[in-house]
């Protein structure tokens, strides 16, 4: 099932979200585990000054190609410090309306330049922990196995019910949080983000 934000667009400005300029898409590469407890799947930096913008769904598809040898840990989406963010490969926004323009200041980053490739670390990243007060949402890594250990690959949708708001000078990452020994080179994510980018009020 995808969920996305219950609030019309109409009713952002409450929000202090103007007109919509541009609505894009951003999806990352198959990207492996590294094997860590924190792993940085991608981030999504506003370094304008006069744009919001509004992650309107976030969704990951995981698949392990061998067994687990225990519980996996969660994929979370929260608001990660800008300063600092850093490294990873550039992942480019896809317009869903040609129309639209979006600002050269929102960037965004995967941890990899290819389907499976060499790792290309997101720095600058704050572990996303429900005791800090940076969670949005979060959903299992894993879910079954079959007989051979390679896990049913699925959709998960992560995006808040309401909308996630990205002011300028804010951030956002999504963040595989487990135990390590269950995030192997053996495991791989890929992620996909919808947002609409909009005029700051």
């Not at 890929?190 to 609409?196: E, F, G, Q």
Request: hydrophobic share 45%.
């Amino acid at each position: 099932m995808t969920v996305v934000s219950r609030a019309p667009v109409s009713a952002w400005a409450a929000l202090g979200v103007g007109a919509p300029v541009a609505r894009y898409t951003l999806a990352t590469f198959r990207t492996l585990g590294d094997a860590t407890a924190a792993q940085a799947l991608l981030a999504l930096r506003n370094a304008t000054t006069d744009r919001a913008l509004v992650i309107q769904q976030a969704r990951y598809w995981s698949d392990c190609v061998a067994a687990l040898t225990g519980a996996e840990g969660n994929v979370r989406l929260g608001r990660n410090a800008q300063a600092g963010l850093g490294g990873g490969t550039s992942v480019p926004k896809v317009l869903l309306d040609s129309r639209g323009v979006s600002a050269a200041g929102v960037t965004a980053l995967g941890a990899t330049a290819s389907d499976a490739g060499a790792a290309t670390p997101i720095t600058g990243v704050t572990t996303l922990n429900p005791g800090n007060g940076n969670v949005w949402s979060q959903g299992p890594a894993s879910v079954m196995h079959t007989l051979a250990g390679q896990r049913l690959a699925r959709l998960t949708e992560i995006a808040p019910v309401e909308p996630a708001i990205l002011v300028p000078g804010d951030a956002a990452i999504v963040q595989y949080v487990g135990p390590a020994a269950q995030n192997p080179t053996t495991v791989q994510y890929a992620i996909c983000l919808t947002v609409v980018e909009c005029a700051l009020l």
